[in-house]
């Protein structure tokens, strides 16, 4: 799968090699409660992926990005999220930052340790790559099983979200590698594959929920469902 040019494999973080524990609602919910009365987790969900994708959108990925701009657009969800809560103080917000920054707040995929491993004896660097901040690399740094990663990037210190071109572009030239020495794994089509693919790159699509057979893959993707595939 894996061609015989490639250098270093890149993974994208939230869905592919992390996930929320507990969940982003449960989360959201749990917090909220301390400050909001009479939360309705289904409604909380439906607002946080309304103004995320709102927020995060493809479009609003061509402006550039900073570790600031990121807390902002962060904010504007949490405020999106709880419309009717008046975070004068900033501690709601504030609260949700802190705990999605603590490595405790992810858990790592069962399929994660083995493939890192395997890809590695192999002479393969390997790397995180992902839309986040700097909350990334610590907890990358604190989990013995991302710390193995030679590479964390993220869309604040790269100054652009996938898909924009520029996210891409920014990783190849600190690598300074060619794009077939490249190859990103990830869990959407759009956000990871695409873009990947536009630079070059080695596109390999984990579909872990596996909703890839209720419509034919694009042409040049490559699918798999676990990591326990990618060799």
Known sequence: MLAESVQVVLFDAVGTVIYPQPSIA??????GSRFIEDLDPDEVLRRFKLV???VFSAENAQSPVTESSTVESWRQVVEGTFPEFEDAEGALFQ????????????????????????????????????????????????DPVLRQAE????????????PAVGFCDGIGKRLGLQPNQIVLVGDRLD?????????????????????GPAAPVPKGVQRIVTLNELS
């Open 26 to 31: 449960d989360a959201y919910v749990d917090i």
């Open 52 to 54: 995320f994708s709102r």
């Open 95 to 142: 609260q949700l930052w802190d705990h999605f920054a603590d490595s405790r707040s992810w858990g790592v995929y069962e399929d994660v340790a083995e493939c890192f491993t395997r890809i590695r004896s192999q002479g393969i660097q390997i790397g995180i790559a992902s839309n986040f901040d700097s909350r990334l690399e610590r907890i990358v740094n604190l």
């Open 151 to 162: 590479y964390v990037f993220h869309s604040a210190q790269l100054g652009w979200n996938k």
């Open 191 to 211: 956000n990871d594959i695409q873009p990947a693919l536009a630079a070059g790159w080695q596109g390999i699509w984990i579909d872990r929920e596996e909703v």
